[in-house]
């Protein structure tokens, strides 16, 4: 019996998404100042395989520790703190916090890369990409779920375009990288982890 295509109804469930902005923020001061932060504070050991990852950053910093941060660097965070909030109140009509979130800066150099990780419990993370040579690497967003052990989907990876210049915004709990650099000039983004309001 031959099946009427118009009685089939399909549901996409279990969907995530990626959001791209365009950063109006001068990147050459924030190349700057993230060297700056590097000069002041060694590198922490979280995801980066070689380069250089600063502290954690955010309101559980004491208001010293807070008032060394360049300004280009504090614009930037409270610019994307107030952009994810418009975002989840628009499309979760959910707040986020603002007493419990995190940013960091990453450089990395010729063969170094962000070994694959999520962000726990995190709702909402960010990367705004301040400096990226050709062949510098790219972001890659994988699927860690049992579709990858069938043959009924093909993609199991997003390569995110990481450009200068640009926010990309993505759930907490999907899986991501950043492949080795192969430039001779360094890499540098901020990472944002932010929490909804419960």
Not at 50 to 69: A, H, K, Y
Not at 181 to 189: L, N, T, Y
Request: glycine share 6%; net charge negative.
């Amino acid at each position: 019996m031959p099946i009427d295509m118009n009685r089939v109804v399909v549901d996409e469930i279990f969907h995530d998404f990626i959001i791209t902005v365009n950063l109006d923020h001068d990147m050459d001061s924030l190349t700057e100042d993230a060297y700056v932060l590097k000069y002041n504070y060694p590198s922490q050991s979280i995801s980066n395989i070689g380069g250089w990852q600063s502290p954690v950053f955010g309101p559980q910093c004491s208001t010293e520790i807070l008032n060394t941060i360049p300004q280009s660097i504090s614009n930037l965070q409270k610019d994307c703190w107030e952009l994810c909030n418009s975002i989840t109140t628009g499309k979760f009509q959910k707040k986020l916090r603002k007493d419990h979130s995190g940013w960091w800066v990453n450089i990395n150099e010729k063969h170094h890369y962000n070994a694959i990780h999520h962000h726990g419990r995190t709702d909402l993370i960010a990367v705004a990409f301040i400096k990226t040579p050709p062949n510098s690497g790219k972001m890659i967003v994988a699927r860690n779920d049992g579709s990858t052990y069938s043959q009924l989907y093909d993609d199991f990876q997003y390569s995110v375009p990481s450009e200068a210049g640009k926010l990309y915004i993505l759930p907490g709990h999907v899986w991501h990288y950043v492949a080795e650099s192969f430039s001779d000039e360094d890499r540098i983004s901020v990472s944002f982890n932010y929490y909804i309001s419960v």
